[in-house]
């Protein structure tokens, strides 16, 4: 068996991707996280970083309380991981930093001394900006050892899903999802179960009167593509969580289809758009589709990874004015 190998890629930072930061008190507390706590500052600035990002993108941003909730929890979500990290051992020393700095520089065409001025412009102190980055080296050098570490697709998984119809009959396309996620715990009870599924129904019926799939994906869905949408991008079938697949080939454009149950909760899908690959190569190599199912793998088990983790801790939140 291959074990999966998952690269770090950090985003290059573009102009005007950070506003100016908050000139409010800096010492409110606004959540607990088992021994740590989150700030009214750190929220703040998430805040800002992230309204910038998403007015970047030309999306809509949710209404304000609603904002703040999806930001909150992904603070929140993050500091857990971080927690982990610091008990397993997990450190990247400054000249880590600066090879990820280099790196970021260089794809951008900019001197070091560039990008840092470039960040600073746009309102982050640079040793914030190597915080931020440090972060995220450190969470996905977690989920690769606690996840991906543990992953693997077997020679007869890869046989098995190139012969089947489904993929056969599909292995040009790409399709575009959208998800709204109604999450579970890591160990829900029956009346758990029968309240997540009634309250992903109620969302269905809402949609299908003509509430906006992407606003209500904003104010409802509990994974990381919320606040875009719940936008999946373009995927090829052997990328799509396999709960979907069966769903997916047969929709219509615009479709929506769920509630769809999974491990980590209940789905609506909504299809927005489905192309024919432009590649020379459109059907993917059997190494390709190997990849492509420990990515799909990967990506479900990270879910379930940080349900568990909410689970088992201590989460206290604050009403966040």
């Not at 008990?87 to 065409?109: K, L, M, S």
Request: glycine share 4%.
């Amino acid at each position: 068996m291959k074990k999966l190998f998952i690269f770090i890629i950090l985003t290059a930072i573009m102009p005007n991707c950070f506003a100016k930061p908050s000139s409010e008190p800096l010492d409110q507390i606004v959540a607990i996280v088992n021994d740590d706590v989150v700030t009214k500052s750190e929220l703040n600035r998430l805040l800002s970083i992230t309204r910038a990002q998403i007015t970047q993108q030309q999306m809509s941003i949710p209404p304000d309380s609603v904002f703040k909730k999806q930001v909150l929890n992904q603070l929140i979500n993050k500091r857990l991981q971080l927690q982990i990290a610091k008990q397993v051992g997990i450190n990247f020393t400054d000249a880590d930093v600066d090879r990820v700095v280099q790196n970021i520089a260089r794809q951008n065409n900019l001197s070091v001394n560039a990008l840092y001025q470039r960040i600073n412009h746009d309102g982050m102190t640079t040793a914030d900006y190597r915080n931020e980055l440090r972060e995220q080296m450190t969470v996905q050098k977690l989920q690769q050892q606690e996840v991906a570490g543990h992953l693997s697709v077997t020679p007869d998984e890869i046989t098995r899903f190139m012969h089947s119809k489904l993929w056969q009959d599909n292995n040009s396309k790409e399709y575009h999802l959208e998800d709204i996620l109604i999450p579970l715990s890591d160990t829900p009870s029956s009346e758990d179960i029968g309240i997540a599924k009634k309250r992903a129904q109620v969302i269905i019926v809402k949609l299908n009167q003509g509430q906006n799939f992407h606003e209500v994906a904003q104010a409802e869905s509990g994974d990381n593509h919320a606040l875009s949408g719940g936008d999946l991008g373009w995927r090829k079938l052997a990328e799509i969580p396999s709960a979907f697949a069966q769903h997916v080939i047969s929709m219509q454009t615009h479709e929506i289809a769920g509630p769809i149950q999974t491990p980590n909760g209940f789905h609506i899908i909504r299809l927005v758009a489905e192309r024919t690959s432009n590649t020379k190569n459109a059907a993917p190599s059997r190494a390709q589709i190997e990849q492509l199912l420990l990515q799909r793998k990967f990506e479900e088990n990270v879910q379930n990874w940080v349900a568990k983790m909410r689970s088992q801790a201590f989460i206290s939140m604050n009403t966040v004015k």
